[in-house]
T-cell receptor, first 111, second 116 residues
Framework: KQEVTQIPAALSVPEGENLVLNCSFT??????LQWFRQDPGKGLTSLLL?????REQTSGRLNASLDKSSGRSTLYIAASQPGDSATYLC??????????FGQGTRLTINP | EAGVVQSPRYKIIEKKQPVAFWCNPI?????LYWYRQNLGQGPELLIR????????DSQLPKDRFSAERLKGVDSTLKIQPAELGDSAVYLC??????????????FGPGTRLTVL
């Protein structure tokens, strides 16, 4: 059974800082891993999907890495902005199509 | 291209009343998912459809929850009767299936249910 843990649960940093969000998963037999963003009262927006054959995936100021052997993924946000404030969720598959989510990291960027 | 559409966005009902949520997936996506997200938690899968067939409903509380996906497109999730503990956000997602290595899921805005 897949279990996903995200640390920290909440993070508050000043604008402009680089930061790292952590995700760990127990079943490393995964095909991919997905990072989402969720704004208050809204649905989930897919940020990055990393295939198991990749080690990194980049989109703008976001970079996600995947280390299957250690069961870890990180989301790196460069030059953070107040608009980056949201909850970030990591999700790893269990079996073919079921996604198991972590509890999320609530990120606040202070101007 | 339109994303996943859900309605209603908000619903407030009294306990023991029935409620239904509707989802229209991204055009061409044959896999549809219903998730429930409790406050401060990540979403949890309730049911997954491949076309019109429910292939994973192990987490669906079948005594009060039901779902259908007629013609393999739109889907409806129903709760009858609702209980206080059903208050949550109900999210619908869709994806292309058939390729194990690529199952990126796209989510709708969700329906926030409050049971009084």
């Amino acid at each position: 059974k897949q279990e996903v843990t995200q640390i920290p649960a909440a993070l508050s940093v000043p604008e402009g800082e680089n930061l790292v969000l952590n995700c760990s998963f127990t079943d490393s037999a995964i095909y991919n891993l997905q990072w989402f963003r969720q704004d208050p009262g809204k649905g989930l927006t897919s940020l990055l999907l990393i295939q198991s054959s990749q080690r990194e995936q980049t989109s703008g100021r976001l970079n996600a890495s995947l280390d299957k052997s250690s069961g870890r993924s990180t989301l790196y946000i460069a030059a953070s902005q107040p608009g980056d404030s949201a909850t970030y969720l990591c999700a790893a598959p269990q079996g073919a199509q079921k996604l198991v989510f972590g509890q999320g990291t609530r990120l606040t960027i202070n101007p | 291209e339109a994303g996943v559409v859900q309605s209603p966005r908000y619903k407030i009902i009294e306990k023991k009343q029935p409620v239904a949520f509707w989802c229209n997936p991204i055009s061409g996506h044959n896999t549809l998912y219903w998730y429930r997200q409790n406050l401060g938690q990540g979403p949890e899968l309730l049911i997954r459809y491949e076309n019109e067939e429910a292939v994973d409903d192990s987490q669906l509380p079948k005594d009060r929850f039901s779902a259908e996906r007629l013609k393999g497109v739109d889907s409806t999730l129903k709760i009858q009767p609702a209980e206080l503990g059903d208050s949550a956000v109900y999210l619908c997602a869709s994806s292309l299936a058939g390729t194990l290595s690529y199952n990126e899921q796209f989510f709708g805005p969700g329906t926030r249910l409050t049971v009084l």
